[in-house]
């Protein structure tokens, strides 16, 4: 494993292809030449700055919050990762025919446990297969990829600790790829910045790449927001974690007891939203900026959105940025689905730069 700094995308490309031609399994790390501190720091006190407040949610993935979210899908109550873990052992042959022989690349990959049907079905076509798991959580990434290195040892996994942003840039790298973002993490995104991942993504897909997305279903509200409340108060503790890692890192001074975790289904929105609730005043200090804001008694901070997704309606959506479905998925009930989908041409919408 090593970590280094590179500022320049073409350097990142010639490390990327010296690491694919000597098959070792590594992890690298993208955007080192960011402090990680000053990162959050400066995320975090823009989010207090909006009415009303929110917080970036990738902020959630320290080394114990990807713990606790592990824990999360382990309730009985949180049917998402079952159901999709279920529905790839069914259909992951019918995906690997469909694809044929490509790279897979993960987006928020986290312990990477879904991938097992499709390493095996993948390993059937080719006798090595390639795998980049993708996610902030560098605990995550290394977990899974002693994880994978023991399970599949034909799998040559390259570790990449960065955001889904940062790795765009360097898609073109790997295609013929399979692009998966799994767990409906595409719901934490609100409409505006789903619209911006498609549009940078698909600019850096060469013509033939595929996309795998797992979305969640809209449903009965009773079931959608059971799942963000388990009883055990596993997701509570996950919502919490963030003002503890704020407190850690920001030393923001927070008095844990204030927070309380709410998680609640906008029907107009068609989103579960979750907020911390401060049950008193606090001064929420982000000491490496020298600011603080006050937070009102009953204020809530958002943390999370979730949206649920009406399977109709993807096609067309994706369609804009040059992505054909090829096959669609669900289970039973109709609660999860994945689609599988293929870059056949350019975006017809305007390209946004980055900023
Ligand atoms: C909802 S979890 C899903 C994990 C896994 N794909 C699954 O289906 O169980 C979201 C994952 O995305 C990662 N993540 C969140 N925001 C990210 C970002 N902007 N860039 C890269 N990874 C991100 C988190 O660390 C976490 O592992």
Redesign the pocket.
């Known amino acids: 494993m090593f970590n280094r700094e590179h500022t320049d995308i073409k350097d990142k490309e010639l490390i990327f292809r010296d690491l694919l031609s000597t098959g070792r399994s590594t992890m690298l790390a993208l955007g080192k030449e960011s402090d990680p501190i000053c990162e959050f720091a400066l995320s975090t006190a823009a989010g207090l700055e909006k009415t009303p407040r929110l917080l970036e ?2 902020f959630l ?1 320290d080394a114990r919050g ?1 713990e606790i ?1 592990e824990n999360i ?1 382990a309730q009985p109550e949180y049917y998402l ?1 079952r159901t ?1 873990a279920s529905m790839l052992d069914r259909f992951a042959a019918q995906i690997s025919r469909i694809t044929g022989s490509v790279t897979l690349l ?6 990477s ?2 991938m097992d049907s499709l390493f095996r079905e993948f390993l059937e076509q080719s006798s090595r297969i390639r795998y980049l798991p ?4 560098s605990s ?1 990434l290394r977990q899974a990829g002693k994880d994978i290195r023991r399970k599949f040892p034909d799998v040559h996994v390259i570790g990449i600790h ?4 940062k790795m765009f840039p360097l898609l073109s790298c790997f295609s013929p790829s399979l692009i998966l973002f ?2 409906s ?1 595409i719901g ?1 995104l609100d409409e505006q910045e789903t619209i911006r991942f498609f549009s940078r993504m698909t600019r850096q897909m060469e013509d033939g790449d595929f996309f795998l997305l ?1 979305i969640d279903l809209v449903k009965d509200p009773a079931l959608l927001e059971a799942a963000y409340n388990d009883a055990a108060g596993v997701t509570r503790e996950f919502t919490r974690n963030l003002f503890v890692r704020m407190n850690r890192e920001l030393g923001s001074g927070i008095d844990l007891e204030t927070v309380e975790h709410e998680a609640k289904y906008n029907p107009d929105l068609r989103r579960i939203e979750i907020a911390a609730r401060f049950d008193r005043g606090q001064q929420i200090r982000i000491s490496p900026l020298g600011r603080t804001f006050s937070v009102r008694s009953g204020e809530k901070i958002r943390t999370e959105i979730s949206r649920k997704f009406v399977l109709d309606e993807m096609p067309p959506f994706l369609s804009a940025f040059g992505l054909e479905l090829r096959e669609v998925f669900t289970d039973e009930k109709k609660w999860f689905g994945l689609l599988l989908l293929q870059k056949t041409r350019p975006s017809t919408l305007k390209p946004i730069y980055d900023a």
């Open positions: 949610s990738r993935y990807s979210y899908c990762t999709e993960e987006l928020g990959s986290g312990n446990a879904k993708v996610d902030v959580s995550a960065s955001t889904y942003e799994l767990g993490t934490n797992g």
